[in-house]
């Protein structure tokens, strides 16, 4: 199983900090590589799943609400990128929100 497979397993689950450290791995290696794009793309995913970790897990909006913008910055990255399996990389983004809304009424 991939990396983004079990990302959108954990997200599914609302384990928010397993999902946070499942794309480090492929984030390094992007940055190692001086692939910036797809770092940032990815670091955006990170984001989305820590800000959830905050408010979900560790009880914290207010540091979700520092998060959350990160991921909403980098999302255009997406589109500029070509991950292998792109459209689980999309569907990660919209289940991020989808859980957002789900759990987050401000």
Same mark, same amino acid.
């Given at each position: 199983m991939e &990396? #983004?497979? *079990?990302? #959108? @397993?954990? #997200?599914?689950e609302h384990n928010f900090i397993q999902a946070h450290e499942l =794309?480090?791995?492929?984030? *390094?290696?992007? *940055?190692?590589? !001086?692939? *910036? @794009?797809? &770092? @940032? &793309?990815?670091? !955006? =995913? #990170?984001?989305a799943a820590t800000a959830l970790a905050l408010f979900y897990n560790k @009880?914290?909006?207010e540091g979700f609400k520092k998060v959350w913008p990160v991921y909403l910055k980098y999302k255009p990255l997406l589109k500029q990128v070509s991950f292998k399996n792109m459209p689980k990389y999309y569907y990660a983004s919209i289940l991020l929100e989808e859980k957002k809304e789900e759990l987050i009424n401000f």
């Open positions: &990396a #983004i497979d *079990k990302f #959108i @397993k954990a #997200i599914k =794309l480090e791995e492929d984030w *390094k290696e992007y *940055k190692k590589q !001086g692939l *910036k @794009k797809e &770092a @940032k &793309a990815l670091q !955006g =995913l #990170i984001n @009880k914290r909006p």
